[in-house]
């Protein structure tokens, strides 16, 4: 069984998306990896792909267009296709891009597709998964009635192994063009972290007052190395960029801690982290429903406790 994975590069690196989809391929039986990175790389993460991939890994190495152009990556990957065969699965990471292109992908295979994959299958061929769906409130089986099948994987599904030597070639197609979009602007998130693939998030809600008081939870995150984001009203207010908006309306994100601070736990908000290893609440609300999401609760004043974390956290870099 051939499985093709796919990613694009950012700042020359591969996200840890791509790592998760080759461990999930190579974990299936008979599976045999082909692997495609658009995008150029660092030397560093040549070396780290060959050690986590399985079967052949591809390296489109040229730069990728500066917009997001759907057309582009499709005539990609379809020149991929052409050249070395279409697969029989596909398995992509949790990433936007994978997010738009999976259901192409799958039209183009005339292949099931299954989004937000959150454990290894049930059964192979006929497929069957688990699946979140209604905002993660629910697990859903799914059996697909195709051959071929599409599945875009939750964020960390499962963790990355290194399954041994996997073969990276470059492969080179002819650019293709965009059609049938006008890109007229491009705003980027100020932030230097991808909301979605980082490990830790220190997150704001309206207990946090107001901007003026996001200090101390910038500087938390900074000592631990994380991104800030918030809840909806927080970025409705413009107290924070919306981009760091996380929810059920937001980003979905699943880091290895997010620590909420003076955020309820609304079932919107928790829609969007329900992925994460470990939660942290802080409120003064000891009935507040966060509590019931979180692994680790501190009942008190944010605005004492935080100061109290930046300088706990600070002594242990
Ligand atoms: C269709 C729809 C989609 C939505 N999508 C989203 C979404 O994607 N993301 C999202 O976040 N929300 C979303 N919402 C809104 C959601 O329902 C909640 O209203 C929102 O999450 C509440 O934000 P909050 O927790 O920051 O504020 P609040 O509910 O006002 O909670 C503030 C919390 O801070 C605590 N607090 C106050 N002062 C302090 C202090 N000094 N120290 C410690 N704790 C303190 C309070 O006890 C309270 O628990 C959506 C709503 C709808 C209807």
Redesign the pocket.
């Known amino acids: 069984m051939k499985t093709f994975v796919f990613t694009t590069t950012r700042d020359n690196k591969v996200p840890r998306s791509f790592f998760e989809a080759l461990t999930y391929g190579g974990s299936l039986e008979g599976s045999e990896i082909i692997a495609l990175v658009a995008g150029p790389l660092s030397q560093d993460q040549e070396t780290e792909m060959q050690k986590f991939g399985r079967g052949q890994i591809f390296h489109f190495n040229q730069a990728l267009p500066q917009w997001y152009d759907t057309f582009y990556y499709l005539h990609l990957i379809q020149s991929f296709f052409d050249e070395k065969g279409e697969p029989d699965l596909v398995v992509l990471g949790a990433s936007e891009i994978n997010q738009v292109l999976g259901p192409q992908i799958a039209l183009k295979l005339s292949a099931g597709y299954v989004a937000r994959v959150i454990s290894l299958p049930i059964q192979q061929a006929p497929w069957r998964v688990k699946r979140y769906a209604y905002s993660g409130k629910i697990i859903s089986h799914v059996e697909l009635k195709t051959e071929k099948a599409v599945f875009l994987l939750s964020a960390n599904v499962l963790s990355p192994i290194e399954l041994g030597a996997g073969n990276f070639e470059l492969w080179n197609a002819l650019p293709a063009k965009g059609e049938g979009v006008e890109v007229l602007e491009i705003k980027r998130p100020e932030s230097k972290q991808l909301l979605t693939e980082a490990r830790i998030i220190v997150s704001?809600?309206?207990?946090?007052?107001g901007p003026e008081y996001w200090k101390p939870l910038e500087e938390l995150a900074e000592a631990l190395g994380g991104a800030t984001a918030?809840?909806?009203?927080?970025s409705d207010e413009g107290w924070r960029p919306h981009h760091e908006?996380?929810?059920?309306?937001?980003k979905i994100v699943a880091p290895d801690l997010y620590i909420a601070?003076?955020?309820?736990?609304?079932?919107?908000?928790l829609?969007?982290i329900s992925g994460s290893r470990v939660i942290v609440a802080?409120?003064?609300?000891p009935e507040?429903p966060?509590f019931q999401a979180a692994h680790y609760g501190i009942v008190?004043?944010?605005?004492k406790?935080l100061p109290v974390l930046v300088e706990a956290a600070r002594r242990l870099k």
Do not use: E, F, L, Y
């Open positions: 704001g809600g309206r207990g946090m007052r918030c809840s909806r009203p927080v908006h996380v929810g059920q309306t937001g601070c003076g955020i309820s736990g609304a079932i919107q908000h829609a969007g802080i409120n003064k609300d507040a966060i008190g004043d944010v605005h406790v």
